[in-house]
């Protein structure tokens, strides 16, 4: 089992900036990928960003230029840092975890941009 917690989300204005924090904990070794997803009200989620399982990332178009994945490995720890927010960047963010054919997410944190 893999736990994650989520932290950073809030309301900021457009044009603004947010860190989203996500920590890993219970079995985290042999994790392939780790990112974020995020799901707008009526929509399906969606891949914001991630590391590949060759440490490689991968950004939607969306955001690329204005988001920027990271992570602490002595921390276990992956950020989000979020700039140039947009009123469209409104959303849930989970971080999520793939080890084992498995998927892990966390309790997900909102995103809200204000215009």
């Known amino acids: 089992q893999v736990q994650l917690v989520e932290s950073g989300g809030g309301l900021v204005q457009a044009g603004g900036s947010l860190r989203l924090s996500c920590a890993a904990s219970g079995s985290i070794f042999n994790i392939a990928t780790m990112g974020w997803y995020r799901q707008a009200p009526g929509k399906q989620r969606e891949l914001v960003a991630r590391?590949?399982?060759?440490?490689?990332?991968n950004y939607a178009d969306s955001v690329k230029g204005r988001f920027t994945i990271s992570r602490d490995n002595a921390k276990n720890t992956v950020y989000l840092q979020m700039n140039s927010l947009k009123p469209e960047d409104t959303a849930v963010y989970y971080c999520n975890a793939h080890r084992a054919f498995l998927d892990y997410w966390g309790q997900g944190t909102q995103v809200t941009v204000s215009s």
């Open positions: 590391f590949t399982s060759g440490g490689t990332t």
